[in-house]
Each structure stands twice: as C-alpha cells, then as structure tokens.
C-alpha cells in the first residue's frame, strides 16, 4: 500500500481534483478502501460531486471494515451518514469510538457534533478539547476549528494569541481558509495602525 496511504490525512490544498481521484482509484486498485475513502472525500471537499460519488459507492466496503473494527473505516461511514442525515446516533457512536482510538478524523468530527450540538448536547469545551487533541496529531481543520473557538470563545475564553497560533498551524497544514482569515485578520491590524497614526 505504501505511497497510496501515506499522505491521505494531509489536507491536499495543491492537488488538483483529478489527481485526487486518481489517487482514489489507485488506493482502490490495491484494495486499500480507506485510502481511497479519504481522497474521495478531499475531492468532495473541494466540490467534486463525482468525489462524493464515488465515496457513496464504497459505503458497503466501510460497512464491513467498520464492523471489523476499522476505526478509519467508521470515520468514514460516520462522514456518509452524518452528510445524509441518517442514523445520526450510530454516526456518533462511530465517532466516539475513533476519537477515543486516537483517531485524528474522528476526534475533529466529535468535535463538531459537540459543538453544533448535533446528535450530543453541545459541549464547546469537549469539543475544544477534542480539537486540540486531533491538531496536535497534526490535522488541519481541527486546528482551523480550535483558532475559530478561540476567537469567538466558544467553550473557552477569547484568546487572540491562541487564534494566531493554532490558525497559523492550519494554515501550515494545508487549510486555504486559514490563510485568508490570517490574511483578512492582519488586513485589518494594518488598516487599524493607518487610522491610528492618521489621527
């Protein structure tokens, strides 16, 4: 399986949508379903419909995985039901487990439940917890996920030094968002020093 799965959990932020579903189609070939779940769903990500379909059509290979015991392959399920708005106590199930597995995808997506509090009671400061959890493992968007709960203070106090820093860390994990709110954030710190010094 080699190069097919080593880089999957990275956010592919240059990788055109093409080669994403070669990358599926090639983790596919060699059985390895995970894989090619995890760069459908990249593919997704950045709006392809046909990454979606193509995830849709690997349910029942997750189906079976997840059974096994395949804490990715329950991530993954959990991604399809929660997307379709089925069986949303089992999709949460399936993520409790995976985070509690150390699971990076899975520790994000229970983070955003107990956030929005879909399917739990909302629990920000779970949520957070389990944001920082998953960033330290090195995924993007809980990173971007933590930076945005930091700034807001949802489920903790605002902390700007903590917003730069974990946002930041999206960024240099491949998150696009991240860098336009950076972007967009010393926009205005320059705009602030202008009107300040202008004055």
């Known amino acids: 399986m080699g190069e097919v799965t080593s880089s ?9 949508v093409q080669l994403l579903l070669r990358k599926g189609e090639r983790a596919e070939a060699c059985l390895d379903f995970v894989a090619a779940g995890h760069w459908y769903f990249h593919a997704k990500r950045k709006g392809s ?17 997840a059974e096994q015991g395949n804490l990715d392959a329950k ?9 379709r708005g089925e069986q ?3 999709a949460v199930s399936m993520l409790e487990t995976a985070a509690a597995g150390s699971v990076p995808e899975g520790m994000r997506g ?12 909302a629990d920000p400061q779970r949520a957070n917890d389990m944001y920082l959890a998953a960033a330290e493992l090195g995924d993007g968007y809980a990173a971007f996920n933590l930076a945005v709960n930091f700034y807001q203070g949802n489920g903790t106090g605002r902390n700007y030094r ?7 860390a999206a ?23 202008i009107l300040c010094v202008g004055t």
């Open 110 to 121: 229970l983070g955003f439940l107990l956030t929005r509090g879909l399917g739990v009671p």
């Open 162 to 168: 903590k917003f730069f820093k974990w946002l930041e």
């Open 8 to 16: 999957w959990r990275v956010f592919p932020e240059k990788v055109p």
């Open 88 to 90: 949303l106590p089992l």
């Open 171 to 193: 960024g240099s994990l491949g998150i696009p968002e991240a860098w336009a709110m950076l972007g967009s954030q010393c926009a205005k710190k320059v705009l602030n020093v």
């Open 75 to 83: 991530v993954l399920l959990a991604g399809l039901l929660l997307a």
């Open 49 to 65: 419909a046909e990454g979606w379909e193509r995830a849709e059509g690997l349910r029942t290979r997750f189906e079976v995985l």
